[in-house]
């Protein structure tokens, strides 16, 4: 192939998505920051420390998910589960004070949908038993590769999370 051909094929990103759906914003900047603001409501609402984040997880993963969460794999189904494992201890342990937010978020659209790739690092932590003496504060970061879907939302397709976060003290 020559390169003339493949150039492109880069900008056309990898879309499976209807001929149907609402374009992309065409200003790239505006694109970058409703893709960045997209994730950033995304990872609110299915981080797992509400109740409700079970419906918004169902919400912003494609079912084709795969994903890692430090060294572990997972497809959409055991991401889940770990993540509602995960539910019990953030509610309890922190006793109520558990919060998440971000250091920055970067996103990059794709040329030809809503769709692109997302980089996110932050924080997340609370008081140990509610304890305002026991603070526990780690770093997260992620990576995300979101795709337009037939139905022309947008779904996180890939993610890669990565925390600091052990046992707590």
């Given amino acids: 192939m020559r390169l003339s051909t493949f150039i492109p ?4 990103g990898s879309s499976a998505a209807g001929t149907d759906c609402k374009p992309r914003n065409p200003d790239g900047y505006a694109a970058s920051d409703e893709l960045a603001a ?19 997880y169902d919400a912003s993963f494609a079912p084709n998910l795969s994903a890692t969460f430090n060294a572990t794999k997972f497809d959409f189904n055991t991401l889940r589960a770990a993540y509602g494992s995960f539910l ?10 558990f919060g998440h937010g971000y250091y920055s978020v970067v996103a990059v659209p794709h040329a030809s949908d809503r769709g692109g790739f997302v980089y996110i690092t932050g924080w997340a932590g609370g008081y140990i038993d509610g304890d305002a003496d026991r603070l ?20 996180i397709a890939e993610w890669r999370e990565s925390s600091n976060m052990a046992p707590s003290p």
């Fill in 88 to 97: 019990p201890k953030l509610q309890g342990q922190y006793a109520g004070t």
């Fill in 136 to 155: 526990y504060n780690v770093s997260h970061a992620a990576f995300g590769v979101v795709e337009q879907q037939e139905d022309c939302s947008i779904k």
């Fill in 38 to 56: 997209w994730i950033g409501k995304a990872v609110d609402d299915f981080y797992p420390f509400r109740d409700t984040w079970a419906a918004a």
């Fill in 9 to 12: 094929l880069l900008a056309l």
